[in-house]
């Protein structure tokens, strides 16, 4: 079985600053893909960043980064330079390179304090 | 591209009624589409995966005769909540797999979400 952990409830941070969310997982699969999706007030899920398994080379996009440490089975989130805009639900998402299903964490809350 | 339309985005219904919810992928065919639920302030839960041309699967626990699912053509799933009641109340999202349609693989494996409904059953 798949799972996807995130121990941080809430989390807030200065704007302008930078702020790292975690996210650990559990497989015994080999090929995966793994995501951050961003939900704000409006509902809509929006993808962040994707990594696969098989690259060793962290996933950057613009302020976004992840941390992807195979071995230890975690894939933090770095969000640099925080904006206002960047305040909302983030849910880290596991799927296996074979499989449909999409595994969620519980989420984060971020808040960005102006 | 890649776009999830929802329809309606919000509903409001008496309790014994049947509301049925319409997913759209605008501009790819998507094989495969997705329906969750989600709980104020929780994750996403699976409710169901809608395959083109044949059922669906249920996730454990999931009324399958409650939540109909009919993906009748590439571009449209629906989810039809039957006699709703007050605990069917939620936020009902479905997500589409990306085909590409050069090559009819599945893109990067991504999911992408339509805008959600909320379903209040009074």
């Known amino acids: 079985a798949q799972t996807v952990t995130q121990s941080q409830p809430e989390m807030s941070v200065q704007e302008a600053e930078t702020v790292t969310l975690s996210c650990t997982y559990d497989?015994?699969?080999?090929?995966?893909?793994l995501f951050w999706y961003k939900q704000p007030p409006s509902r809509q899920m929006i993808l962040v960043i994707r990594?696969?398994?098989?690259?060793?080379q962290n996933a950057t996009e613009n302020r976004f980064s992840v941390n992807f440490q195979k071995a230890a089975k975690s894939f933090s989130l770095k969000i640099s330079d925080s904006q206002l805009g960047d305040t909302a639900m983030y849910f880290c998402?596991?799927?296996?390179?074979?499989?449909?299903?999409?595994?969620f964490g519980t989420g984060t809350s971020l808040t960005v304090i102006p | 591209g890649a776009v999830v339309s929802q329809h309606p985005s919000r509903v409001i219904c008496k309790s014994g009624t049947s509301v049925k919810i319409e997913c759209r992928s605008l501009?790819?065919?998507?094989?495969?589409m997705f329906w969750y639920r989600q709980f104020p302030k929780q994750s996403l839960m699976l409710m169901a995966t809608?395959?083109?041309?044949?059922?669906?699967?249920?996730e454990q626990g999931v009324e399958k005769d409650k939540f109909l699912i009919n993906h009748a053509s590439l571009t449209l799933s629906t989810l039809t909540v039957t006699s709703a009641h007050p605990e069917d109340s939620s936020f009902y999202i479905c997500?589409?797999?990306?085909?590409?349609?050069?090559?009819?693989?599945?893109?990067?494996?991504?999911?992408?979400f339509g805008p959600g409904t909320r379903l209040t059953v009074l």
């Open positions: 997500s589409a797999r990306v085909v590409d349609r050069r090559t009819n693989n599945h893109h990067y494996n991504e999911q992408f």
């Open positions: 497989t015994s699969e080999s090929n995966y893909y």
């Open positions: 990594q696969e398994a098989y690259k060793q």
């Open positions: 998402a596991f799927m296996i390179d074979t499989g449909n299903q999409f595994y």
């Open positions: 501009d790819f065919q998507a094989t495969t």
């Open positions: 809608s395959n083109e041309g044949s059922k669906a699967t249920y």
